[in-house]
């Protein structure tokens, strides 16, 4: 049984780039390939594909809105996570920061793009020492929709913002 909707799915890809719509088809295809009767310890494999698909994400709709530079965009040293951290928004570089100064919902939104971050990347990739980290097939269905939801909230906040994002572009020249 799929949690996720097929539509949510469907819904995301129109945001992504091909690369990214092929990390979420392998996602919908482990999904339905593997039984909730399975015994697995860790289900945080189903996120990790879009994890990555949602970094990538990120990193194109920081470009679009004009917050982050082409050279950003390009560099091996850019790190979505320290750009997008509420508690460095008060340094230059906070992509969370700069995306609460472009629009009057864009702190709401840098919000719901970092806690899918921290709940949908962060504590699939890391290791917390004392902490349980394994997710439950249920526990990592809601961080795929958490990260689905997110893109989707931040490409309707391009479609519905053009003109602010043109200018917040023009005005960061």
């Not at 995301?12 to 339905?32: A, C, G, S």
């Not at 004009?66 to 979505?80: P, W």
């Not at 750009?83 to 009057?104: C, E, G, M, W």
Request: proline content about 3%; cysteine-free; charged content about 30%.
């Amino acid at each position: 049984m799929i949690m996720s909707s097929p539509q949510l799915f469907e819904e995301t890809k129109r945001f992504l780039t091909p690369l990214q719509q092929n990390l979420l088809t392998d996602v919908e295809t482990i999904l339905k390939k593997i039984n909730s009767e399975d015994q697995i310890y860790d289900y945080a494999f189903f996120v990790a594909p879009i994890a990555k698909a949602y970094e990538g994400f990120l990193k194109d709709f920081f470009l679009k809105i004009g917050i982050i530079s082409d050279n950003e965009y390009e560099s091996d040293r850019f790190r979505v996570g320290k750009t997008l951290n509420p508690s460095l928004r008060y340094k230059r570089f906070s992509v969370f920061q700069k995306l609460s100064d472009i629009h009057q919902d864009g702190e709401e939104l840098a919000e719901s793009l970092w806690d899918a971050w921290k709940f949908g990347r962060n504590e699939i990739f890391h290791f917390f020492p004392n902490i349980s980290q394994n997710l439950s097939r249920n526990e990592a269905e809601d961080r795929i929709d958490l990260l689905l939801k997110a893109m989707i909230k931040a490409g309707e906040f391009l479609i519905n913002n053009k003109e602010i994002i043109r200018r917040s572009r023009l005005d960061s020249r």
